[in-house]
T-cell receptor, first 114, second 112 residues
Framework: KAGVTQTPRYLIKTRGQQVTLSCSPISGHRSVSWYQQTPGQGLQFLFEYFSETQRNKGNFPGRFSGRQFSNSRSEMNVSTLELGDSALYLC?????????????FGPGTRLTVL | AQSVTQPDIHITVSEGASLELRCNYSYGATPYLFWYVQSPGQGLQLLLKYFSGDTLVQGIKGFEAEFKRSQSSFNLKKPSVHWSDAAEYFCAVYQAGTALIFGKGTTLSVSS
């Protein structure tokens, strides 16, 4: 079974631009979560989607948004990029939101904002 | 709010020596606890998890962890470290209503 895939793997943008990252979960998984990883703040939860609905949201500004499609694929969007948005963005999938489920992580998208 | 503390930022262990990585959590109810490992350029891989029951849990790659409620700790252990264990290790707790709350991580270096 294929793992979680994230595209693109690397991305370079300039301040003020917007960016869209994509995540394809493991087949059959309907829950997708997004995390931001930076050296200073570590791993921080962005949001979680299940059955095309956002279930939970972390403490990030409204410039960060996401959505989930009927095939469970998910996208996250960051508008008006800031230098501080440079990070590794990780996507994780699980069969459903039950907290006992293991979350399977993708390799991440490395975003650099210049 | 729930939180996870990993007191050691960086640890160096000789190959073949034992390993213990510390993790302390703050959580009111019975916690759901996890240890993940991240190799350079990779995503996170689950090593083990604890929900209830036996306080010593076994994971993959020879790792185990001991849950101690009285100390609010969930330390990761391995009897004999291999060079391939060099990576960053994250302890996490599942926060009800949101998702995983991670510690800042411990980087493990293995010396020969």
């Amino acid at each position: 079974k294929a793992g979680v895939t994230q595209t693109p793997r690397y991305l370079i943008k300039t301040r003020g631009q917007q960016v869209t990252l994509s995540c394809s979960p493991i087949s059959g998984h309907r829950s997708v979560s997004w995390y931001q990883q930076t050296p200073g703040q570590g791993l921080q939860f962005l949001f979680e989607y299940f059955s095309e609905t956002q279930r939970n949201k972390g403490n990030f500004p409204g410039r960060f948004s996401g959505r989930q499609f009927s095939n469970s694929r998910s996208e996250m969007n960051v508008s008006t990029l800031e230098l501080g948005d440079s990070a590794l963005y990780l996507c994780a999938s699980s069969p459903n939101p039950d907290r006992s489920n293991e979350q399977f992580f993708g390799p991440g998208t490395r975003l650099t904002v210049l | 709010a729930q939180s996870v503390t990993q007191p050691d930022i960086h640890i160096t262990v000789s190959e073949g020596a034992s390993l213990e990585l510390r993790c302390n959590y703050s959580y009111g109810a019975t916690p759901y606890l996890f240890w993940y490992v991240q190799s350079p350029g990779q995503g996170l891989q689950l090593l083990l998890k604890y929900f209830s029951g036996d306080t010593l849990v076994q994971g993959i790659k020879g790792f185990e962890a001991e849950f101690k409620r009285s100390q609010s700790s969930f330390n990761l252990k391995k009897p004999s470290v291999h060079w391939s264990d060099a990576a960053e290790y994250f302890c996490a707790v599942y926060q009800a209503g949101t998702a995983l709350i991670f510690g800042k991580g411990t980087t493990l270096s293995v010396s020969s």
